[in-house]
């Protein structure tokens, strides 16, 4: 039976982890690439790297870890972080990524994702949607959730799939930093409209979040940071915690070399 | 044998990811889309990332169809690399090479289906395949793809997604698997060792 995925979600600045309570107050959790095998071997099902450079020697050595990376995690794994054009897609594929997450560009140019999926396949692209409430309505922000755009979420969702994304990475920005819990609505709501994997992002804060995630948001996947990068919840726990509320993970791999 | 194994090189990205893969397990390759080099080779592996209808289109231009279709090397196909070992895809409309019978079929949503299949899943294998030596049956493999493999008496694995699918076929020299062993974890590993030492 296919399993609700855990995934570590790892901010990355000039090729450190760092993570930020509402995006800013940065502080500094580790090397991404050991991180990552210690997010693996413990039994994380994916990771996310999102690149938070602002300068392009930064964006550089992102793409340097995306190979170090590849090389010890066995895992799948998505990058994002202000990746623009196709060809950037295709350098971080190359680079080794399974997936790339796309958020301003396409909100800038929606023809984007039809590009890259042409190029690489959809399967390959993940549309990440940052959400603010707003009354009754859920809107789409840009720029690293900083400004807000026209667009509805639920309309914007139906849009980047038509196109052909993958997969929707929704991030609550009024959840996001305060560990208060997933925007269920908002997950049920976007689940509802689309027809491929919904992976939920924004306020985890303990077990019972990521299960209210799965079963009441009908999220495919529950993202988040700090939580595990700070070991409030570990991968294990939180993964036997999970089957006992009936939702299938999947467990440590019994498999040795 | 003498030789190396050959990942047979597409214009795609997950390449890569099988050749990170392999060195973990020490074991060296080349990526390569000539024949002469493929001939040499101890084993062949054919990943895929993309779709049907582009990947047979490579293989066509590099002159590699009906070569694999007769090559007698260990062959292991991932994902799309398996799903070309078939007739033929839903995919548009692509003709596969033909090896094991029967038709790519595109999954159906019945509303609560999210496709593509993406994720971790299990596999009912056959245990005499010396693919899955040593792999538990509760093992859990990554699918990513969004057109299933009929069963066939090819079929070596099945796994669940709305309706049961292919998830490892062999006929003769060839194997193939939907899911990612290269991106699988341990039980990966041990599939990708096993294919090389064991097929």
Redesign the interface.
Known sequence: MLTARIIPCLDVKDGRTVKGTNFVNLRDAGDPVELAQRYSDEGADELVFLDISATLEGRSTFLRMVERVAEVVRIPFTVGGGIGTADAVRWALEAGADKVSLNSAILARPQLIDDCVRGVGGQSIVAAIDVRRQDSTWTVWTRAGTEPTSRDAIVWAREVVERGAGELLVTSMDRDGTKSGYDLGLLRALSDAVSVPVIASGGAGTMKHMRDAVVDGRADAVLAASIFHYREIQIEELKRYLASEGIPVRPASFSTL | MAGTVAIISYR???V??VV??L???NVGCTVTAERTVLERASRIILPG???ARSAMEALEQASLVDWIRETRIPFLGICLGMQVLFERSEERSTTGLGLIPGTMARFE?DGT??????????IQHDASSPLFN???P???F?????YRAPLTDQTIGRT??GVTFSSAVSIRNFYGVQF?P?????????LL?NFIERC
């Open positions: 795609s990205g997950n890569r990811s990170n893969a060195r973990q397990l990332v993309g779709e949503s289906l999210k496709i593509p299949h993406m994720g971790w899943n299990t040593g792999i538990s509760d093992e859990y990554y699918f990513v793809h969004s669940d997604y990612h290269e991106k699988s974890g341990s039980a990966g590993l041990r060792r």
